[in-house]
């Protein structure tokens, strides 16, 4: 069988049916035989779109990593953005990339890049196959490895005098494949300690005031029963990190939304007085506390991590524990309820305190500002709209904090976000991997015109395999996030932030094919958002006010502390960062 | 903090691949820690080749740079040892 046929027949077998991508020489050989398969090649117009698209779609499917083909060298390196986004937000997607033949390896080839080499810290593994009886190998380590522990990205390299050789097929087991292949990689998780979870389990009855922090883990484990039922128990909130607003049920009595630099008051209010915080799932980022020692102090930390390397990084814990959160919060709560007989009744008092807080602070914040539509406002319409189970992608930028403010997530898995690189130009690309993992569900891009330019060649995508899905623009004209930065942090320079001669978003999208709106009032946004509920491919132009800050913030560095949350502009005044 | 000198031995699986791949991921891991790096040593041992480190830091960021090491997929085994003083200051004040 030829090399090509071993790698599609390989793919077929562990489910790996959709890719996106696109070819060059180094892959043609490939592409000749994907006829002969199930295997559904999407073209993308950029190899990064290709690979956040990937991203998406493991993020959705969870057990299905996304695959990206590229060719050598350029093409690779496309996938560079896409590989460092899965990788900081733990997705599961597998590169496959062409690369020059065996013989020139290493004699600047044409189109040589060494891919493996620039991805190596920004991927979870990468195999550059270096003998064509191991192709069957490397696939199924490559899926095994991205979807098992922490999901991330794997890259195969593989050189394109390979496709044609003859070789026998041959399938490792399990077994085999972990023995020979893989040694040094446990698939299981480890199991968290029962000593561990008695010690966080005294402390959190102890607590008067304990606060849940859930992160993405919590998705990536199906964690979310679990976390409810232990908030249950101990009537107490629970906030999220960015990441894992797609893993709370934001309709949950007990839920506060998510905490951070743009989180919601009542969240970074909880969250930041609590005298317990059980951390599931998350790594502590900086954007979600603001600073690590001032956080850390008063309270204690019980930290629950399927990666060890992440408990202690950034917040010393006083108990860590390391595991499937699933699985450890499972225990967590059986100790509490049983060995520890615990169960409280009425909600623990923070709640109300932080309720009364956000309260006040939202007063503040939907103050009528600026002109036209109402970020707020439209969101609210959107999520009217939008069916429950929809998906919602977003770019980076003031719109995806709109976004996370007030586009509430109701099923898990539904929000997919560039949390820890922080992507412009996620959020198309992704939208589209989202409706190719779940054809039946509404998919809307919430983006901003920087972001949005940056990978809106792909609407081309959109209309070639009619993978509808709708985009709404925050039009501002500006790179408004950092509008925002200039305008509060750095003396009110504007430097390289006004986004002049932007398209016509209605035209750019006609000239693809795909229906365009422009919508003047509430009543016609909402008309617009109901096509893209009802499964339309269409572009939404809204034209906002750039200068709608997009607040609360907290000034970067600073605890998240509720003197430290910024409601009005000109209490930013003075602020050094 | 004392600043004290470790040695982490750790094995690479080398059978695929000859373990070069594995060892430039290590490399990448050690790059990024608070640590700072002395020297290195690679031995060949047939299936795997056996790395010797020395690095000098916080106890826990040596601990931290471990835990990654141990996360390099070729990565088989890793261990922490403490040098004696002596040999440590030595090594600091080279
Ligand atoms: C690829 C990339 N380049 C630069 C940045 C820095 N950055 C963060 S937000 C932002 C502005 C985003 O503008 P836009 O997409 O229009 O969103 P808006 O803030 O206007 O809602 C920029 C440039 C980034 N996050 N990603």
């Known amino acids: ?577 | 903090m004392e600043q004290e000198t470790y040695v982490i031995k750790f094995s690479i699986y080398a059978a695929v691949d000859g373990g070069l791949d594995g060892l430039a991921r290590a490399i990448h891991v050690v790059r990024k820690a608070p640590v700072q790096f002395h020297d290195m040593a690679v031995i060949d041992s047939g299936k795997t080749k056996e790395i010797t480190l020395r690095v000098s830091g916080k106890k826990k960021d040596i601990d931290w740079l471990a835990k990654k090491l141990e996360k390099v997929v070729e990565v088989l085994e890793v261990k922490v040892q403490a040098m004696p003083t002596e040999v440590s200051l030595m090594i600091l004040h080279q």
């Open chain 1, 1 to 577: 069988m030829h090399v090509a046929d071993v790698l599609l027949e390989s793919m077929e077998r562990e489910g790996l049916l959709t890719v996106f991508g696109i070819p060059g020489s180094a892959n043609l050989g490939l592409y000749e035989k994907i006829p002969d398969h199930k295997v559904n090649v999407i073209l993308m117009r950029h190899e990064q779109g290709a690979a956040h698209a990937a991203d998406a779609f493991g993020r959705v499917k969870r057990n299905v990593p996304g695959v990206a083909f590229a060719t050598s060298g350029p093409g690779a390196t496309n996938l560079v953005t896409g590989l460092a986004n899965a990788y900081m937000d733990s997705a599961p997607m597998i590169a496959i990339t062409g690369q020059v033949p065996m013989a020139v390896m290493g004699r600047d080839a044409f189109q040589e890049t060494d891919v493996v080499g620039v991805t190596m810290p920004i991927t979870k593994h990468s195999f550059l196959v270096r003998d064509p009886e191991h192709i069957t190998w490397a696939i199924r380590a490559a899926k095994v490895i991205s979807i098992t522990n922490r999901p991330g990205p794997v890259l195969v390299d593989i050189p394109r005098d390979f496709w044609k050789v003859d070789v026998d097929f041959y399938w490792p087991s399990d077994e085999e494949l972990l023995r020979e292949w893989i040694p040094g990689y446990d698939p299981n998780p480890p199991k968290p300690s029962p000593d561990l979870i008695m010690k966080a389990a005294k402390i959190v009855v102890q607590a008067e005031n304990p606060v849940i922090l859930a992160g993405g883990g919590v998705w990536w484990s199906g964690a979310t029963p679990e976390v409810l039922k232990l908030a249950e128990v101990l009537m107490a909130p629970i906030v999220t990190t960015l990441m894992g607003k797609n893993a709370i049920p934001a309709d949950h009595p007990l839920y506060l939304g998510h905490a951070g630099m743009h989180g919601r008051p009542e969240a970074n209010y909880a969250l930041y007085n609590a005298d317990v915080v059980i951390a599931i799932g998350t790594r502590f980022s900086d954007r979600t506390v603001g600073n690590f020692e001032e956080f850390k102090k008063g309270k204690k930390i019980i930290h629950i991590d399927i990666d060890k390397s992440e408990v202690g990084k950034n917040i010393e814990p006083d108990v860590g524990i390391v595991g499937d959160a699933r699985e450890a919060v499972k225990m967590l709560r059986e100790y509490i309820v049983d060995a520890l007989n615990f169960k409280r009744d009425m909600e623990i008092p923070l709640i109300k305190k932080a309720k009364e807080f956000g309260e006040q602070a939202w007063e503040v914040l939907l103050r009528e500002r600026g002109r036209g539509m109402k970020p707020w406002k439209v969101l609210k319409i959107v999520r009217e709209e939008m069916p429950r189970d929809s998906i919602v992608t977003t770019g980076v930028g003031g719109h995806q904090m709109w976004a996370a403010l007030h586009y509430p997530v109701y099923k898990p898995g539904t929000y997919l976000t560039s949390g820890g690189l922080g992507t412009m130009g996620y959020g198309f690309p992704a939208a589209i991997g989202a409706k190719a993992a779940a054809p039946d569900k509404p998919v809307l891009d919430i983006d901003g015109d920087g972001s949005f330019l940056m990978t809106s060649q792909n609407l081309a995508t959109v209309k070639q395999y009619n993978l509808n899905v709708g985009v709404l623009i925050f039009d501002n004209g500006s790179l408004q996030l950092i509008r925002q930065w200039q305008d509060l942090f750095f003396g009110h320079r504007r430097v390289g932030e006004n986004l002049a001669y932007l398209p016509d978003f209605v035209k750019l999208a006609n000239s693809f094919g795909i229906e365009g709106v422009r919508p003047e009032s509430y009543d016609e946004m909402r008309k617009a958002i109901r096509r893209v509920a009802q499964g339309e491919a269409l572009v939404i132009d809204y034209i906002v006010d750039p200068d709608i800050m997009v607040l609360p913030m907290i000034a970067p560095g600073k605890v998240i502390a509720p003197e430290n949350i910024i409601l009005t502009p000109e209490q930013a005044a003075g602020i050094v960062v």
